[in-house]
């Protein structure tokens, strides 16, 4: 069996060295290739040069690694004999997928589900915008969602990179170094941290959409929080949409429609704990496609999905799922 292993070493709990020593004495039987790409370019060309070439990919990193991974992999499947299948290793900072699936976090029962676990074909959600595709596996959004996960995003890369940067100023290097590991180690919790504050900044008055479930529906809403869920869970503990199924052939819409701090933070607070809020708080349903446009004099709209922001200021979404696309390794079943 023939697998390339892919490492980010800017993942939040990546060791190069320890990861290949460990999937090393997990699959010593293996044909084992190793890359560890510096850049996004760099590791989706990888992706692209070994796709057709080996059985595995094994991707180590979180939700976003994994989200950049798969990108040039869908973009080609049509010109491929068939997808490899996909090995996750989550050392990230949101490894939702694997939590979502029941894959350890120890590096070497991850790696062994090569050999032990069974292969799952999950959905993954098509986002399309002015003829450009882009890929989703777990969970995403826009309003609030997508803000906070664009500010986070921006402030992480900005303290890693002038962290590890050479040109940084000598008695800056200790404070950004510090950041850098306070960042890594909190995790999915600075999400929550962000998410505090822009609930205080967001202005409900420039923003207006219109959500089309083509040949069934269409409405309006000013909805500050609009998720689109291709599994229960985000970040944890945040469950929107505790029913839905990443192998089903749909996917779920979860609109928080207050606009007042209080009702929202009470929402969010309910649904953190595992709550089902009311229906009338929250509209949502189960759908295998739907467009998302912004209404005039709305602010344009900001897709993100994975962790990652897809999509910024576009006019409008076409969203569907594309069912049983992806094969994944997973635990096998009892």
Known sequence: MKIAVIVNGQAGYADRGLIEKSVRASLFRCDLEFHSPSSIEELQAVIVSVADKVDVLMICGGDGTLNTAVQPLLKARSSLSKLPTICTLPVGTANDLAREMGISSSIERAARLVLEGEVKKIDIIEIESGGVRKYMLTNGGLGIPAVTAELVNRMRHWVISKADCEFTEPQWKPPLKLAKKIIKK??????????????TQWDSTTWKVEIEIPGLTKFDTCAPFIMINNQPGVGGT?????????????????????????????????IR?????????????????????RLPGSRALTFFGDGEILFKDVDELRIRCLA???PIFVKRSA
């Not at 505790?242 to 928080?256: A, E, Q, R, W, Y």
């Open 238 to 270: 945040f469950k929107p949409a505790p029913f839905t199924n990443n192998s089903d052939g749909t996917f779920n819409v979860m609109m928080l429609q207050a606009l007042d701090l209080y009702s929202q933070t009470k929402t969010l607070l309910k």
């Open 186 to 199: 909190a995790g999915m919790r600075i999400y929550e941290l962000a998410l505090a504050g822009q609930l």
């Open 324 to 326: 049983g696309e992806l």
């Open 273 to 293: 704990r595992g709550g089902i809020p009311d229906e009338v708080d929250c509209p949502r349903f189960e759908t295998s496609s739907c467009v998302i446009r």
